[in-house]
């Protein structure tokens, strides 16, 4: 199954939009701090002037200056491809001011280099909080300063929608079901109506489903085919579950019948081969016709449940068991209606498959001949 993953238009950048954080203030040369201050700011090769912060930091970790060091070393870290570093120097960064939306920005995009799902959930929560607080930050009275603010809250809500792509694109990368479903959960409860949480209906359901937890599935499907009826996996999936337990026999024929409709008029996914396609429809269509016939057939409508079952016949070809329980359901209904020949001939061929009916169906077809059947 190939899921359909949006592309992210936003392209940030936090430099431009907060400016520096931190101010490196006046550098005294004459100091042995001032003096690595200095050659920081005049060395043009990325990896010495990383290493001289290194030193920096090591040396004057109380120095007024040190913020502004770690707002450097956080980034030539993450251009460096030491996500874990980015991180460590990220956490102290927002240990020094809880609200630095960039340092928390960086460490997004470190986990998210780590492709570490419980990191890019921590962070994509902590960024979107701190985003929140910019955004619902009162405008300032000095018209000078008025600027600023718009491009900060700008930048703040571009951020936020950014933050709920970062838990998309975790949920889509994870090989972890439960991580899967835990980005997925985190995206909900951020934000219900995210632009991205459609494309990951059908991630969380499957999950849900690798799981062995049908539950969780079942609540999943539900709340998707509630407002889009368009996946005939969940459909046929929530329809199977409630013929299993019994409950909702109407859903149970609206679903099946929609599969059928869309496994008639749907085009075949981009992805999938000509032959795959064609064994997939031919396998839903022949289990809609088969919950269709058996919800109508306990419902006493024999006659549509018949001819659900005759539908179904050719298409459960080759799965012996679904043949063998839509044999049997047909010859039952064909009886009830007196139609004993089609009822001699359904249980005969069912009691040919090897399947929990077929003992039934042997013991139905001979009482079926003692009555006459098959000199009809």
Not at 62 to 75: C, D, L, P, R, S
Not at 108 to 123: F, G, M, S
Not at 167 to 188: C, H, N, V, Y
Not at 307 to 335: C, H, M, S, W
């Amino acid at each position: 199954m190939r899921l359909y993953t949006p592309i992210l238009i936003l392209v940030i950048t936090a430099g431009a939009a907060l400016g520096q954080r931190h101010k490196l203030g006046t550098v005294n040369a004459e100091t042995p701090e001032g003096l690595l201050l200095q050659q920081i700011g005049q060395t043009p090769d990325e990896s010495k002037k990383l290493q001289l912060m290194e030193q920096f930091a090591a040396q004057a970790p109380k120095h007024e200056a040190i913020g502004w060091v770690y707002e450097q070393m956080q980034t030539s870290y993450l251009k460096a491809g030491q996500p874990d570093k980015a991180l460590e120097i990220g956490d102290k960064l927002v240990a020094m001011d809880a609200d630095d939306l960039d340092a928390a920005h960086q460490n997004l995009k470190a986990a998210e280099a780590k492709k570490d799902p419980d990191l890019i959930r921590k962070w994509s929560n902590q960024t979107s909080q701190i985003a929140q607080k910019v955004i619902q930050s009162p405008q300032p009275t000095d018209a000078d300063e008025v600027d600023a603010w718009k491009k900060r809250v700008d930048f703040a809500k571009q951020l936020d929608t950014y933050t709920e792509y970062s838990l998309f694109s975790g949920a889509m990368q994870t090989q972890d079901p439960r991580k899967r479903i835990e980005l997925a959960d985190a995206l909900t409860a951020r934000n219900p109506k995210s632009q991205y949480l459609p494309a990951l209906a059908e991630l969380r359901f499957n999950s849900y489903r690798q799981l062995g937890d049908n539950a969780g599935a079942l609540a999943a499907a539900e709340k998707t085919i509630a407002t889009d009826q368009t996946k005939e996996d969940m459909l046929i999936f929530v329809a199977n579950q409630y013929v299993e337990k019994k409950r909702d026999p109407d859903k149970v024929l609206a679903y099946s019948a929609k599969v059928v409709e869309l496994m008639n008029t749907k085009p075949k996914p981009e992805g999938v081969s000509d032959d795959d396609w064609a064994k997939k429809k031919k396998t839903m269509s022949g289990l809609a016709h088969y919950m269709s016939g058996t919800t109508l057939f306990d419902q006493k409508k024999l006659a549509p449940a018949d001819k659900e079952f005759r539908a179904a016949l050719p298409l459960v070809e080759g799965n012996d068991q679904l043949k063998a329980a839509t044999l049997f359901y047909a010859g039952l209904a064909n009886y009830q209606m007196k139609n004993l020949s089609d009822a001699l001939k359904f249980n005969q061929q069912c009691a040919a498959i090897k399947s929990p009916f077929q003992a039934k169906a042997a013991e139905n077809a001979r009482v079926m001949r003692q009555q006459g059947a098959g000199a009809k």
